[in-house]
């Protein structure tokens, strides 16, 4: 399975952006999918996530502001980031659980300017 993220780029604060995850490969039953971002310096965590059969989870950093969604038809997961604040800076990656396996995409730049 390939994750293929996309999206980041650069904006000021209070702006949106839109970030989008793409899987390829042979995708078999998926248990979870989310994001996890991981700022300049400091240890990667847990954006948000959508779990099989549960609801959606979020970091209460971004509760209000980032929703996540997917695509099953278009084997895509989004992340709406609205009301964005330089502390959001870092870069953004998308995970899917697959049994006992974790893939990752290789990370998209989100940069938030004062």
């Known amino acids: 399975v390939q994750l293929q993220a996309s999206g980041g780029g650069f904006v000021q604060a209070g702006g949106s952006l839109r970030l989008s995850c793409a899987a390829s490969?042979?995708?078999?039953?998926?248990?979870?999918v989310g994001w996890y971002r991981q700022p300049p310096g400091k240890k990667r965590k847990l954006v948000a996530a959508i779990p099989r059969g549960a609801n959606t989870k979020s970091a209460d950093s971004v509760k209000g502001r980032f929703t996540i969604s997917r695509d099953n038809a278009k084997n895509t997961v989004f992340l709406s980031m609205n009301s964005l604040k330089p502390e959001d800076t870092a870069v953004y990656f998308c995970?899917?659980?697959?049994?006992?396996?974790?893939?990752w995409g290789k990370g998209t730049l989100v940069t938030v300017s004062s």
């Open positions: 995970y899917a659980l697959m049994g006992n396996r974790e893939f």
């Open positions: 490969g042979i995708i078999l039953s998926i248990s979870e």
